[in-house]
Structure formats: C-alpha cells, structure tokens
C-alpha cells in the first residue's frame, strides 16, 4: 500500500506533538541558572562529588528532549549534571557572532570552574560531541567524554572545499532550528563567517591519539549529517581506553525517546565500566 504523504506528515506531526509531551516532563522536573551571560538547567545534587556536563550541537539548545532527557538520567545517577545554551544562542546572552569554537570551550571551563572543578564528564551531540573530546584534551578536570554523532572537527579534510565555498568571507550562514516547546516553528540564526574562521583552528584528531581518558563513540547508522565514517576515524586516531557503538538512528535521535534512552543506558554503562 502507498501512503500518501499527507498521511505521512501527519505522523509525523503526532511524533512532533508527543516530543513536546517529553519535553513539558523533563522541565517540569529541571532547575534553570545563569552564570554570568550562560543560561543552564541543572538536575541532581549539589554535593555530588561529580560534574556532568551535555554539550548541544551546532546552533542546538540545551532545551531540545535529548538534551534535557541526559541531563536527567546523570543528575538521577550521582552526577551534578548540567547543560547550557552556547554563548550568543537562544537563552545565553550576547550577539550571534560570539557563536564560535573558542568562546563555546570558554564557555565550558567556565560551567566547570563554576562548579568546583569537580571531575567532569562531557557529553555532546554533533558539534557537541567534538566540544567534549576537545574539552578533554585542554581541560585537565574532565575525565572523559561520549561523543554522539560527533565530527572531530568542523572543517575536515573530506568537507573542506565544500564548507569554503558555500560560506563566503563577509557572508552570513542563514541555519533554521526548531523550536523546543513547538516543533511546527523555528528560529532563524544568521552566523557570521568569522564563526567559520575560528573553526579553522580546531581539530581534535592530533589531541586523541595521545588522550587517554575514558572515550565512548556513537555513530548513526543512518545519519547522512555526520557520517560514520568521520566519528569512526576518531575513534580509530584515538587512545585507550576507547569504545566505539553504533546505533539504529538517524542524526536527529531527539525526535525518538526510546532511542534517547537507549543512549542513556549506553551513557550508564560507560560510567560503570570506564569512569569507575
């Protein structure tokens, strides 16, 4: 039988709708904070003696469900665990051009340091993912990272020409993200070219093949926006201890709770056996 695709659209109109029922259910149960210009939520105890922090991707909130569903599966495992907006994004403060690698790992150590500088685990998604390996490399109080559908670095040898040539100098990089409480909307992001500029500087590769902190890698075996083959050379460039996991996803695992949940188990797993 052939489904129309306005059948389709609706079902995935029910999927959206029930996304919001799963993100209602994670504020409800989650503490917001500002440090300085950083807008947090925060879930577990404040005298854990161990800090989590989820990283969200590339122009991603810390409001999206897989973030917010993270942070409360850490905060309920002995984790003071806790998520932020980037700088210049969403709820944090400042223009968009402040949107950059530098100032998101700045960002980081200051979450961290705000905290105690308690051991720290990093967890991120995407661009996410490449802020913790290199949140690992620099910061001596993370002691290890999961990388989620994660590029080690923005600009790669196999996206280079690509990445140049539809961002121009002088030109803005016009992004659109959904909103968290309302999936049938979105928000415009125009990122000046400078955030493309900076970029140029990081790559994690060089850093893993000496980092030996706990690592967990997670691919998609269907993301067509990180593909495996990027995470999966990570992992390869990377130090023990090291475990590399595919998961039955596309890159947009948010919009599945039970795909969220089987990245928590991975999550709990990892702490159990790696950070023990």
């Known amino acids: 039988m052939v489904r129309s695709f306005s059948a389709f659209s609706s079902e995935v109109r029910i999927i959206q709708k029930s996304i919001v029922i799963i993100y209602l259910w994670y504020t409800r149960c989650m503490d917001t904070l500002k440090i300085n210009s950083l807008s947090l939520i925060i879930h577990g105890s404040s005298d854990a003696t161990k800090l989590a922090v989820v990283l969200p991707g590339f122009l991603d909130t810390k409001d999206y469900p897989h973030m917010k569903g993270h942070v409360e599966f850490l905060g309920n495992n002995g984790y003071l665990a806790v998520s932020f907006d980037p700088p210049g994004t969403w709820e944090s403060d400042h223009d968009i051009s402040n949107y950059t690698i530098t100032h998101y790992l700045e960002a980081i150590d200051e979450v961290i340091a705000h905290f105690g500088n308690k051991p720290t685990l990093v967890v991120g ?38 990445k140049l040539v539809e961002w121009q100098p002088g030109e803005v990089k016009v992004s659109t993200r959904d909103l968290p409480r309302n999936p049938d909307e979105s928000r415009e992001f125009k990122l000046p070219y400078s955030f493309i500029e900076d970029a140029i500087h990081y790559n994690a590769l060089e850093g893993l093949k000496t980092l030996t902190k706990p690592k967990l890698f997670i691919i998609g075996k269907d993301d067509d926006v990180v593909p495996g083959l990027v995470t999966e050379r990570a992992y390869t460039e990377a130090a023990e201890p090291k475990k590399l996991v595919v998961l039955d996803s596309d890159h947009d695992y948010r919009w599945h709770p039970e795909l969220i949940e089987e990245v928590n188990q991975l999550l709990g797993a990892f702490c159990e056996t790696l950070l023990s």
Do not use: T, W
């Not at 490399?137 to 020409?161: K, L, T």
């Open 125 to 162: 998604h995407s661009l996410g993912g490449a802020m913790a390996m290199l949140a690992a490399c620099r910061n001596p109080h993370v002691q290890g990272f999961v990388a989620i559908m994660s590029p080690y670095a923005y600009v790669r040898d196999d996206n280079e020409e690509k």
